[in-house]
């Protein structure tokens, strides 16, 4: 089956600092790949997508490149802010599932906490 | 573009108890719907999905059950709410014009106690 493996965090960074966090996948086909964002006590916001290999997904400020040869979207920001403390998670989506529906597989999150 | 509802926001139930959860969506017709719960250090778990007025797959056993009344309206319920139930519950749409794509609501965070 498919599945979405993110690096553990919290992670902690001091503001303008340069942000990587990891992301592989297995998938049995050519899966669309997804970052998502939860800011506290929210649900989650599409941050980035990207849809076949080599694409980059990009979004205030942060970037996705999609790998097929490393089965991974790590994403990255240059420099972050407080105001992108938050969890993110790394998704895919592998197309219609047969059942009607286009289901995602999630990655458990990465917690991001930026101080000042 | 859709926007999605949930209520309550929070909600703290006995052991025991009934739930109902209500979500709602505009902006959108026959979509797809998606309950997923997020319990702490856990990431999100798909509990049932939708296609359809009256159509339920669930995608793991547990105490919860989902309706679909209306093309627009998803419903979580338990008939008796057990402590490992707590978490932050999210319905979710799929995009209508980017199939692949989610969109969330704001949750509800359930507390059992």
């Known amino acids: 089956g498919n599945s979405v493996t993110q690096m553990e965090g919290p992670v902690t960074l001091s503001e303008e600092a340069f942000l990587t966090i990891n992301c592989t996948y297995t998938a049995t086909g050519y899966p669309s790949l997804f970052w998502y964002v939860q800011y506290p006590g929210e649900g989650l916001q599409l941050l980035l997508k990207a849809t076949k290999a080599d694409d980059k997904g990009s979004n205030k400020g942060f970037e996705a490149t999609y790998r097929k040869e490393t089965t991974s979207f790590h994403l990255e920001k240059g420099s972050v802010q407080v105001s992108d403390s938050a969890v993110y998670f790394c998704?895919?989506?592998?197309?219609?599932?047969?059942?009607?529906?286009?289901?995602?597989?999630f990655g458990k999150g990465t917690k991001l906490s930026v101080i000042p | 573009s859709q926007t999605i509802h949930q209520w309550p926001a929070t909600l703290v139930q006995p052991v025991g108890s009934p739930l109902s959860l209500e979500c709602t969506v505009e902006?959108?017709?026959?979509?797809?719907l998606y309950w997923y719960r997020q319990a702490a250090g856990r990431g999100l778990q798909l509990l049932f999905y939708?296609?359809?007025?009256?159509?339920i797959s669930s995608e793991v056993p547990q105490n919860l059950s989902a309706s679909r009344p209306q093309d627009r309206q998803f419903i979580l319920s338990s008939k008796k709410l057990l402590l490992s139930d707590s978490g932050f519950y999210l319905c979710a749409v799929e995009g209508a014009h980017s199939y692949n794509e989610q969109f969330f609501g704001p949750g509800t965070r359930l507390t059992v106690l």
């Open positions: 902006g959108t017709s026959n979509p797809n």
């Open positions: 998704a895919l989506s592998e197309g219609y599932s047969g059942a009607g529906s286009y289901q995602l597989t």
């Open positions: 939708s296609v359809g007025i009256g159509q």
